[in-house]
């Protein structure tokens, strides 16, 4: 009885058991060791060795957060946080560093050794194939325009398979392919900075189709685990309920949510938005052969990434008739007054985005096995919420874990089958441009202290949560 009233008072809001606790993370933003023991380059060693003064304070891929020599110590740390599932990317230039060909040795150990120490530590580990970081040789190839490309990366999941796929149960094929589309072909802020539709429309087709051929080649190996993909479902909110308003959300949510969702679950790209395609002259190259891939290739899981809405509006003026086709053709971004903000990294906080995308799964997607894979507060200059004890204090970010927790715990009694829930990420790690800029992690990394860890205030508040399965 005493107990039953105890919990009842510590517990608000409980998760079920087996919920996935955890965080996320990637290859190029913690493992350092760039040009270690065999890695080849990938996009970001050779964009940073280009044009350094693109990435935040000037600081590059080459030694970030050092997990390739520390990896021990943080999967115990996980471990003291109370971590039951962790997922990381294989770094596709470390393992084979060509991109095709010759497997390195060094990197086939080192993922192998994350793999024990985590299951040692009682932690299942979620392995990402293709987080952001192209091979550089396969990018001179074409990178994902070339559909020779395409089949490298689905030799490189199979080999994924075979070196660890028994002991690895959760495989996810992309993590935001969308992302690589905008920041690469569309709005300059991923290598190769190119600005052309066209190509960004057959870069994010090709994306598709590499991951309908993993999920192939994962089930031919018949090993009992599920494949999946991870998606950014930033919702697009319409400004209003004007026609015009409802037209320009529904356009940018075909554009940067469903041309990914859709094939990846119903295993068909979005009827609006081929209809663009098509009347506009942009449709991809494609073989019939390979649309049927990604029809009978579908996802058995889904990992949902969110950090902040995104609002549209109807166009506020016409577009010039020789501006070069984009997507923001048809919608303009809207800030909508009286908004919350992170004003530490100036994103929206919208919380209940996070229910909506969920709901949204339940009803149109058949109610897919998923989990929050990414969500997070990004703080810049967070040393100074350094206290004398050394501890960061970041009450802020156990607010918005709780808030987010709170929608999907509400989602969960509705229905919804999402089974856990990641944060990004386990410790401060660099990002792409922003470099460490932004510190997200439920660990600080000192910089100026040779990247000493230190649990934060949240790690701590994270570990209870986890002990009592809520909060
Ligand atoms: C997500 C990416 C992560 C990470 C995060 C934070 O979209 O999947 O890789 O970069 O964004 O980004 P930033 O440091 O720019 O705030």
Redesign the pocket.
């Known amino acids: 009885m005493e107990v039953t009233e105890q919990k009842q008072k510590q517990v608000d809001y409980e998760f079920p058991k087996d919920f996935w606790w955890g965080s996320s993370s990637?290859a190029t933003?913690m493992e350092g060791a760039a040009a270690m023991d065999g890695k080849g380059q990938n996009i970001w060693d050779y964009w940073y060795e280009q044009e350094p003064n693109r990435f935040h304070n000037g600081i590059g891929p080459a030694e970030t957060s050092g997990f390739y020599y520390r990896y021990k110590e943080d999967i115990r740390l996980m471990k003291q946080i109370g971590h039951n599932s962790f997922r990381f990317s294989i770094s596709w230039s470390r393992l084979i560093p060509n991109g095709t060909g010759a497997v390195n040795k060094k990197a086939v150990a080192f993922y192998q050794n994350v793999i024990d120490e985590l299951l040692h530590h009682d932690i299942e580990p979620f392995v990402n194939l293709f987080?952001f970081d192209m091979p550089m040789s396969l990018q001179e190839k074409g990178g994902w325009e070339s559909r020779e490309v395409v089949d490298a990366y689905s030799e490189y999941a199979s080999i994924c398979f075979e070196l660890f796929g028994d002991k690895v149960k959760k495989w996810f094929t992309h993590?935001?392919p969308i992302?690589p589309v905008e920041g690469g072909y569309l709005y300059d802020f991923h290598y190769p900075n190119v600005i052309d539709f066209r190509r960004a429309v057959q870069v994010g087709y090709h994306t598709q189709l590499s991951s309908a051929l993993a999920i192939q080649k994962y089930r031919e190996q018949q090993q009992n685990g599920q494949i999946g993909i991870i998606l950014?479902l930033t919702p697009s909110y319409p400004r209003s309920n004007n026609p015009a308003d409802l037209e320009a959300s529904r356009i940018a949510d075909a554009f940067f949510n469903r041309s990914f969702l859709d094939p990846s679950v119903k295993g068909e790209f979005p009827k609006d938005l081929l209809d663009i395609l098509r009347e506009e002259g942009y449709m991809p190259s494609y073989t019939e052969t390979d649309v049927a891939i990604i029809r009978t290739n579908t996802v058995d899981l889904l990992g949902v990434?969110y950090?902040q809405p995104r609002r549209v509006k109807a166009k506020e003026n016409a577009v010039h008739p020789d501006a070069p086709f984009m997507p923001d053709r048809f919608f303009d971004s809207y800030e909508m007054p009286g908004r919350k903000m992170n004003v530490h990294?100036g994103w929206e906080i919208y919380e209940k985005g996070i229910y909506d995308i969920l709901i949204n799964l339940r009803d149109n997607y058949g109610n897919i096995p998923c989990f929050i894979s990414?969500n997070g507060m990004?703080v810049e200059g967070e040393e100074k919420f350094r206290d004398d004890s050394g501890i960061i204090q970041d009450d802020y970010r156990i607010k918005f874990i709780q808030d987010h927790l709170r929608w999907t715990h509400q989602a969960l009694e509705e229905g919804v089958n999402v089974r856990g829930y990641h944060l990004?990420t386990f410790m401060d790690n660099w990002?792409?441009m922003?470099a460490y800029?932004?510190r997200?992690g439920f660990v600080s990394v000192n910089l100026e202290k040779g990247g000493e860890r230190t649990v934060k205030k949240s790690g701590e508040w994270i570990k209870k949560v986890v002990q009592q399965n809520g909060f």
């Open positions: 990637s933003q987080h993590n935001e992302v950014n990434n950090y990294r990414e990004g990004w990002s792409w922003n800029k932004n997200y």
